[in-house]
């Protein structure tokens, strides 16, 4: 009888924990991403991606991201667009240089939602490699690097997913570490 009323007890605290753990939120930018919530209503929330979200505004892309999707988002930190060239960012906040910045973010996204065990299993499908068509037209690259899975764009650039598998209502966020540049 003891036994019987210990592994009750053991299975109540593995199947509470496996609740707590269910329902924790994955936390970006000091803020928790919402499962429940679209990719912008996240976004705005995370200090990391204030540089993105503005950018996503300036570009007019905040209703299409904001659609049913589903959408895959590499999406690069505050940092990332730091690490440009001086005056990019601003140049292309300029609204004469709107269809450049859409460029630049729809290179980011891939339409359908591909977590990172997708992403692996497409990666190790293609050899060790992953080629993605971005909604922009172009082609993005993933890989592997031990765990983590890089992605690198058509102009030589390697961003690292920092943080993979932010689920959003229409899709899924991977934080990276850099800009993808389109050729």
């Not at 996240?42 to 979200?53: E, I, M, P, Q, Y």
């Not at 068509?133 to 172009?138: E, F, I, K, P, W």
Request: cysteine-free; charged content about 15%.
């Amino acid at each position: 009888m003891k036994l019987v009323k210990y592994a009750a007890v053991v299975l109540a605290a593995s199947l509470s924990a496996v609740a707590l753990t269910a329902s924790a939120q994955v936390m970006v930018g000091g803020a928790p991403m919402y499962s429940s919530k679209d990719i912008i209503d996240n976004a705005v929330n995370s200090k990391d991606h204030t540089t993105l979200v503005a950018a996503v505004k300036a570009a007019g892309l905040v209703e299409t991201l904001k659609g049913a999707g589903p959408f895959t988002v590499f999406a690069p930190v505050n940092a990332g667009f730091a690490a440009l060239p001086a005056g990019t960012v601003d140049s292309l906040l300029k609204p004469e240089n709107k269809a450049a910045l859409t460029k630049v973010l729809t290179y980011h996204v891939v339409a359908g939602k591909m977590d990172s065990a997708a992403l692996s299993k497409a990666i190790d499908a293609g050899g060790g490699k992953a080629m993605l068509t971005a909604v922009s037209g172009g082609m993005l690259t993933a890989t592997k690097s031990g765990s983590a899975i890089m992605v690198a764009d058509e102009s030589g650039g390697v961003a690292k997913v920092t943080i993979p598998d932010v689920v959003q209502s229409n899709g899924v966020i991977h934080v990276v570490d850099k800009v993808l540049l389109p050729k």
